[in-house]
C-alpha cells in the first residue's frame, strides 16, 4: 500500500491508526474510557512539574526495531533525542491502558517486552477490571514483582528511579460507561 492510498484511506471514526516498521498497520479502537484514562494519568503527572518530559502515543527506540509508542512515558528530565525520538534507555515509568482488543498485547507481550529491556516501572492500567497492575524489578523476560490496586483505593505513590514520585490517583481514574 502506498503513501498516497493509504493518505486517501477512510478509518473508521474512533480508531487509532499506527504504521509499524514492518510495513504493518495497525488499526485499534480508541475508547472514551481509554482516552480519558491516560488524561487522568497526564494530570497525576503534573506535580511532576510542567516541563517534566511525559508523553502519549510517541515513538521510543528500542533496540531491533522493536518500537514502541506507548500509551503514557515518563522520561528522565535529562532525556534527549537521539533524531527524533527518545531512546528506551532515557524512560523511567510506562504505562499502557488496555483495550478490549490490547488485553493480552498489554498483559502479556508488553510486560515481557518491557522488562527484557529494563523499564523499570510498568503499570498496566485496565479500566475494565478497574485496576492497575504495577510491575517493578524488570527482568530479562519481565518483572519480579506484580502489584495489582483496584481502582478507588486512594492515592499510588511511585517512587521513579530519578528520586521524584509520580502518585496515580486510583480515586480519579475513569470507571467505563455501561
Same mark, same amino acid.
Given at each position: 500500500? /502506498?503513501?498516497? /492510498?493509504?493518505?486517501?484511506?477512510?478509518? #473508521?471514526?474512533?480508531?487509532?491508526?499506527?504504521?509499524?516498521?514492518?510495513?504493518?498497520?495497525?488499526?485499534?479502537? *480508541?475508547? &472514551?474510557?481509554?482516552?480519558? =484514562?491516560?488524561?487522568?494519568? %497526564?494530570?497525576?503527572?503534573?506535580?511532576?512539574?510542567? *516541563?517534566?518530559? !511525559?508523553?502519549?502515543?510517541?515513538?521510543?527506540?528500542?533496540?531491533?526495531?522493536?518500537? /514502541?509508542?506507548?500509551?503514557?512515558?515518563?522520561?528522565?528530565?535529562?532525556?534527549?533525542?537521539?533524531?527524533?525520538?527518545?531512546?528506551?534507555?532515557?524512560?523511567?515509568?510506562?504505562?499502557?491502558?488496555?483495550?478490549?482488543?490490547?488485553?493480552?498485547?498489554?498483559?502479556?507481550?508488553?510486560? +515481557?517486552?518491557?522488562?527484557?529491556?529494563?523499564?523499570?516501572?510498568?503499570?498496566?492500567?485496565?479500566?475494565? +477490571? *478497574?485496576? !492497575?497492575?504495577?510491575?517493578? *524489578?524488570?527482568?530479562?523476560?519481565?518483572?519480579?514483582?506484580?502489584? =495489582? %490496586? $483496584?481502582?478507588?483505593?486512594? $492515592?499510588?505513590?511511585? #517512587?521513579?528511579?530519578?528520586?521524584? =514520585? &509520580? =502518585?496515580?490517583?486510583?480515586?480519579?481514574? #475513569?470507571? #467505563?460507561?455501561?
Amino acid at each position: 500500500m /502506498s503513501i498516497d /492510498s493509504i493518505a486517501r484511506t477512510e478509518f #473508521p471514526e474512533g480508531h487509532v491508526v499506527f504504521f509499524g516498521i514492518d510495513g504493518k498497520i495497525i488499526l485499534t479502537p *480508541q475508547s &472514551f474510557e481509554h482516552s480519558s =484514562t491516560i488524561r487522568s494519568m %497526564h494530570i497525576d503527572s503534573l506535580s511532576l512539574g510542567r *516541563q517534566a518530559k !511525559v508523553a502519549s502515543d510517541v515513538y521510543i527506540d528500542f533496540p531491533a526495531d522493536e518500537n /514502541s509508542a506507548p500509551d503514557l512515558a515518563i522520561l528522565r528530565d535529562d532525556a534527549h533525542r537521539e533524531g527524533k525520538r527518545y531512546s528506551f534507555e532515557d524512560v523511567l515509568l510506562i504505562s499502557e491502558v488496555v483495550s478490549t482488543s490490547s488485553v493480552r498485547k498489554d498483559y502479556d507481550d508488553c510486560t +515481557a517486552k518491557y522488562g527484557r529491556y529494563g523499564i523499570p516501572i510498568y503499570l498496566v492500567v485496565d479500566p475494565y +477490571a *478497574q485496576e !492497575v497492575v504495577l510491575h517493578t *524489578q524488570p527482568t530479562g523476560t519481565g518483572y519480579i514483582a506484580a502489584h =495489582t %490496586h $483496584k481502582y478507588g483505593t486512594g $492515592k499510588l505513590p511511585i #517512587p521513579l528511579a530519578d528520586g521524584r =514520585t &509520580f =502518585t496515580l490517583d486510583l480515586d480519579e481514574l #475513569p470507571f #467505563p460507561e455501561d
